[in-house]
């Protein structure tokens, strides 16, 4: 155990979440996979020191909850405090979407992966704007696959430390702060938060016009750049029409939308979803297409446990409704 570790395995919690293993450790938390005592069931457990001088694990709890019953969440199981900690605990997801891509051969997913799991994600980020909340730290890191054969194909959305609530108790648009502290990640920050601009709706949507380049080229022109004001820089001298030539044809009417928006603007959520389905339906991609981590490399040996995953395929095309277990649990 390291220590700055909160817990260590075989630590219980509230006399019901015994901590199994370590799964992540963010810049605000750590997590770990515990077993409920209770439910008999493997749950993620997120923890930040009480002594830590930037606490947002309040927020993430407030947002989580206020989510409950919308798709693409974690189901919220448990929080609380004590001297040591604050923790909340939700159901256990797979991998992230970073991981999964860094795993593909050539690090980046094919445009049917890409466009049915972006479309997922432009869902749970409508869902967060819908409850009041920007969630400023969209990237691939925070959305993680399903674990379970019934949810596998299903995107989560993780991680509300840092977001914030947009309307006031009217339900209309906050007044913008005239300067606003950078929140989110450089890589996949909209050009508004690299100014350090209040953020709204349509910053949340470049993040994910981001990521989506990302899946498909498996980079972004500033991938290798730390610095928040050069990659700022970078982005604003970029000409952004260039990473059309990457993707169908409907996301010129995207990059336009999210370029016309406003500090106020409600982005045209429908509009943004008929592009994603319209390139989906025009290149025949099947929901039921396997996603590219589900699938065999070309180069892989036969063994028997791939002749297994093979089957599963062939019935998982037949069989579009019936999720199959994803290749790395096997
Ligand atoms: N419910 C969950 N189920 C499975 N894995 C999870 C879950 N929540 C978080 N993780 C894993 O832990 C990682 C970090 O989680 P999270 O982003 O919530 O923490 P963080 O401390 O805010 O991290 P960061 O600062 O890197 O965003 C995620 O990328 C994911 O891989």
């Known amino acids: 155990m390291s220590e700055a570790d909160l817990l260590q395995p075989g630590n219980v919690v509230r006399d019901r979440w015994k901590v199994l293993t370590k799964i992540g450790g963010g810049g605000f938390g750590q997590i770990y996979e515990a077993f409920d005592l209770l439910t008999k069931e493997n749950v993620a457990l997120k923890l930040e020191s009480a002594k830590q001088p930037k606490q947002v694990l309040k927020m993430e709890v407030t947002v989580l909850r206020r989510l409950q019953g919308k798709d693409h969440v974690c189901k919220f199981l448990g929080g609380g405090t004590n001297e040591m900690y604050n923790y909340v605990v939700m159901t256990l997801q797979g991998k992230n979407l970073a991981e999964l891509r860094r795993s593909q051969t050539r690090q980046c997913f094919s445009l049917s992966t890409s466009l049915r799991i972006s479309a997922q994600i432009l869902d749970a980020i409508e869902s967060i704007h819908s409850i009041g909340f920007l969630h400023r730290d969209i990237k691939p890191s925070n959305f993680a696959m399903g674990r379970l054969p019934s949810n596998c194909r299903k995107v989560y959305m993780l991680d509300f430390g840092l977001a914030r609530k947009y309307t006031n108790a009217e339900g209309t648009v906050r007044a913008a702060r005239p300067q606003a502290g950078f929140r989110g990640t450089v890589r996949y920050a909209s050009i508004n938060a690299h100014k350090n601009k209040e953020m709204s709706r349509h910053d949340d949507l470049w993040s ?70 319209q390139s989906i339906a025009r290149r025949s991609i099947k929901e039921s297409e396997l996603f590219d981590w589900e699938k065999e490399t070309e180069d892989e040996v036969i063994t028997p446990n791939s002749a297994v995953l093979q089957t599963q395929q062939q019935q998982q095309q037949k069989e579009p409704t019936q999720p199959i277990v994803s290749s790395f649990e096997l």
């Open 208 to 277: 994910l016009f981001y990521m989506l380049i990302e899946f498909v080229t498996g980079q972004l022109p500033w991938r290798r750049i730390k610095d928040k004001e050069q990659v700022g820089q970078m982005k604003e001298k970029y000409d952004h029409s260039t990473f059309l030539k990457n993707l169908p044809s409907e996301f010129k009417q995207f990059l336009e939308h999210i370029q016309s928006l406003d500090y106020v603007d409600k982005p045209n959520y429908e509009l943004l979803k008929s592009l994603f389905h």
